[in-house]
């Protein structure tokens, strides 16, 4: 078992700069990979940004790519999102996400199997 908490959401204007935190506990070293995935109103759950467990290689969603950076802390226990520059269009519940076993896209939410309960960001024009 994998538990998530994640932490720093808030409201912020446009341009401005928001961190995400998640704090990852349980059995840490069966996870494959993490990753940040979003979901605004009406619309399906995307991912954001991955990072494998073992070598930190990271992954990014074009909308996002060379404004967010996703991390984590070198015991594994932390996973983070650093956003920048941010967009009204950023505006959305952000949930971090762990898997334990490869098979698909790292964008697809069902290769995951624990998930935070996740925390919001609004981003205001």
């Known amino acids: 078992q994998v538990q998530l908490v994640e932490s720093g959401g808030g409201s912020v204007q446009a341009g401005g700069s928001l961190t995400l935190s998640c704090s990852v506990s349980?059995?840490?070293?069966?996870?494959?990979?993490r990753a940040w995935f979003r979901q605004a109103p009406g619309k399906e759950r995307e991912g954001v940004a991955a990072?494998?467990?073992?070598?930190?290689?990271?992954l990014y969603a074009a909308s996002v790519k060379g404004r967010f950076t996703v991390s984590q802390d070198s015991a594994k226990t932390m996973l983070f999102l650093q956003m920048n520059t941010l967009k009204p269009d950023d505006t959305a519940m952000y949930y971090c996400?762990?898997?334990?076993?490869?098979?698909?896209?790292?964008?697809?939410?069902?290769?995951?199997?624990?998930w935070g309960q996740g925390t919001q960001v609004t981003v205001s024009s």
């Open positions: 990072i494998f467990t073992g070598d930190g290689t990271t």
């Open positions: 349980g059995s840490i070293a069966s996870t494959t990979h």
């Open positions: 996400a762990a898997a334990t076993r490869w098979g698909t896209i790292w964008t697809d939410s069902k290769g995951y199997q624990y």
